[in-house]
């Protein structure tokens, strides 16, 4: 059964932290690993990881995919409270996604 | 536009009464899809379209009913739900089916008394 399990699963920091948030799956034949941030609606679009060991950056916020392993890590630098969010990874398959259960991140001031 | 809509953003509904959730695309995407997502859990899919046709229905009972009746509508009919269908509802759409980044609209906020 295809499976995708993300860790921790809630995580507390401070602002100017450092965060690492893990995705571990088992599901084969998908396309791409997805990351998305959930605040209190929809999830939004945050990468699109298709190739192993190429790390793909958007401001704070890096990723990267081991299909070797079977994982995918999202970085945030230099939290900030608006970085509060639950962030979902998901594995793009034929016609359906499969979600990870999230980890829900709390940056305090 | 690159936006998903859906309509109502809430709705409160008995175990008796009919409704029905709307969602709507202008992006020309040919695959769209529910899912439901209960509160502290990741979405679940409940149902994909692929061109205007049921491609996935992912075991959901009778009591929800889609029904997309052109490429930028999906409708989610909803008749004799039980209060544990209480959850947020989420429309997304994509290129194709399966295809890179899904869209997602901003859900609609369901509560079955």
């Known amino acids: 059964e295809d499976k995708v399990v993300q860790s921790p699963l809630s995580l507390v920091v401070h602002e100017g932290d450092t965060v690492t948030l893990n995705c571990s799956y088992e599901?084969?034949?998908?396309?791409?690993l997805l990351w998305y941030k959930q605040e209190k609606k929809a999830p939004t679009f945050l990468f699109m990881l298709?190739?192993?060991?190429i790390e793909k950056k958007s401001g704070r916020l890096s990723s990267i995919l081991d299909k070797k392993e079977l994982f995918s890590i999202l970085n945030i630098t230099a939290t900030q409270t608006g970085d509060s969010a639950v962030y979902l990874c998901?594995?793009?398959?034929?016609?359906?996604?499969?979600f990870g259960t999230g980890t829900r991140l709390k940056v305090l001031a | 536009d690159t936006e998903v809509t859906q309509t109502p953003k809430h709705l409160v509904m008995g175990m008796t009464n009919k409704k029905s959730l709307k969602c709507e695309q202008h992006?020309?995407?040919?695959?769209m899809y529910w899912y439901k997502q209960k509160a502290k859990k990741p979405p679940e899919l409940m149902f994909v379209?692929?061109?205007?046709?049921?491609?996935i229905n992912e075991s959901v009972p009778s009591r929800f009913s889609p029904e997309c009746p052109n490429s930028s509508l999906l409708n989610l009919h909803l008749h004799a739900l039980q209060p544990e269908d209480s959850a947020l509802y989420l429309c997304?759409?994509?290129?194709?089916?399966?295809?890179?980044?899904?869209?997602f609209g901003p859900g609609t906020r369901l509560l079955v008394l």
């Open positions: 599901v084969t034949n998908f396309r791409s």
């Open positions: 298709t190739s192993s060991g």
């Open positions: 997304a759409s994509s290129p194709i089916a399966g295809a890179i980044t899904q869209y």
């Open positions: 998901a594995l793009s398959g034929t016609y359906k996604y499969i």
């Open positions: 992006m020309g995407h040919r695959a």
């Open positions: 379209y692929s061109y205007e046709k049921l491609s």
